[in-house]
């Protein structure tokens, strides 16, 4: 690892903080989660338009221990008393999954503006339930936004430039997290918080080959797991393997575990296109060309750490009459994209810096959107509801059941 690349990640991490404007977004967090640092606390600092006002937690004490050490001003004994607070303008919802449900929807009726982990809901029925909420229609409606954060960050959308959707045939997504980093009792292998490793890295797999591909899987074909059966845990895939069928017989494919190698390996996402004739009017009559194109990204999900875009076009050129291959050569190409100036994204008036991490562009859109700005991207209501339901498909086939539906009753 080199020296640029040590300083860039020891920035992100530790960034500049920038002066706060008069009418910056005050933001409450719902839950004392560890996850909040990465989604909010970070990125704010770096945000002039975002100041992290008030926390609220179970344990009261563990929310005071968490306000302190991050410089959270403010501290409510209650979920609900946070979202009554009338200066509060936003929401993070850092919750078990479980939990999700029940809080966004609270915090959307108490009119706020809500950041949401992934996955946004349990399950597609709540998804349903929640992406249609009549508040969500109304005039100066809240604005709720799934936080799939490497869909933001200019390496994805360098990425699927170099993707056509229409061509594509074939797949191959990977993620993990070594097993020291998640043990048996964490949240993700509580069947009850609506656990399980396709809920956990597994969405980011799956929304990916949604993107991709451009649709939604007509059938799940195959999935493979290794799962927890005893207690709370039962149900729970600890790592899994999924093969669906898109439109025209195309497959993508998907793997994640939560209990992986000691070492960290990068995600990566392989795309396949069919061949395709191309022009080339230096070539005889005779004669055609054609390429098939692989594009692989590593690194999709924590792009700030280490993250490579590779194009390899295989390029053949034929006999029209025969078929005969005349001539083939490979042409390999790489990218990185640190900023949205390297990756060509606009962000308007907003310079990005080399270490801004994932979470800072999903921060950069939210605040846009809130603030009625146009965003360089976004992940609508409706894509989460599809989303949803593909992991659910993902559960069905799986044996393991779809994860279980809260209890609360958003009617």
């Not at 690892?1 to 920035?11: D, E, F, G, H």
């Not at 009549?134 to 709720?144: D, R």
């Not at 894509?383 to 958003?410: E, I």
């Amino acid at each position: 690892m080199s020296l640029a690349q040590l300083k860039r990640i020891y920035t992100a991490f530790n960034p500049p903080a920038v002066e706060k404007r008069g009418d910056a977004l005050k933001f409450g967090i719902i839950g004392a989660a560890n996850s909040a640092a990465w989604a909010l606390l970070i990125p704010a600092k770096m945000h002039p338009e975002v100041v992290v006002h008030a926390i609220a937690a179970r344990d009261r004490k563990r929310a005071e221990e968490f306000a302190k050490k991050n410089g959270v001003p403010v501290v409510y004994d209650s979920y609900q008393e946070l979202l009554d607070d009338p200066e509060i303008d936003c929401i993070l919802v850092p919750l078990p999954n479980s939990l999700h449900f029940e809080w966004a929807v609270k915090s959307i009726r108490a009119g706020k503006h809500v950041l949401l982990e992934k996955p946004s809901v349990s399950n597609s029925h709540e998804a349903e339930i929640l992406f249609n909420l009549p508040e969500l229609n109304q005039p100066k409606a809240p604005v709720i936004l799934e936080a799939f954060h490497y869909r933001f960050h200019p390496i994805w959308s360098a990425f699927m430039s170099n993707v056509t959707s229409a061509d594509v045939v074939h797949v191959d997504t990977y993620s993990m997290i070594p097993w020291w980093f998640v043990n048996k009792d964490h949240i993700h292998f509580n069947y009850n918080l609506a656990g399980g490793t396709m809920m956990g890295m597994g969405t980011y797999n799956f929304a990916a080959l949604r993107l991709i591909f451009g649709a939604e899987p007509e059938e799940c074909i195959s999935v493979d797991v290794k799962a927890l059966t005893e207690g709370v845990h039962h149900d729970c895939d600890t790592e899994f393997k999924a093969k669906f069928r898109f439109p025209n017989g195309c497959i993508g494919e998907a793997f994640s575990t939560l209990q992986g190698p000691t070492i960290w390996h990068p995600s990566y996402a392989r795309v396949t296109h069919r061949q395709v004739e191309v022009e080339d009017k230096t070539l005889p009559s005779s004669q055609k060309k054609f390429v098939t194109r692989e594009v692989t990204l590593h690194g999709f999900i924590h792009a700030i750490f280490w993250h490579r875009l590779d194009i390899k076009e295989s390029y053949e050129i034929r006999d029209k009459d025969t078929g005969r291959v005349v001539k083939k050569w490979t042409e390999s190409r790489w990218q990185k994209a640190h900023t949205a100036k390297e990756a060509g994204v606009d962000l308007g008036k907003t310079e990005s810096e080399t270490y801004w991490m994932s979470f800072r562009y999903q921060l950069e859109a939210f605040v846009n959107r809130v603030k009625g700005r146009e965003t360089a991207y976004w992940v609508d209501r409706e894509d989460s509801v599809r989303q949803m339901k593909m992991v659910d498909m993902a559960y069905q086939k799986s044996g393991l059941g779809v994860r279980p539906t809260s209890k609360f009753q958003a009617n």
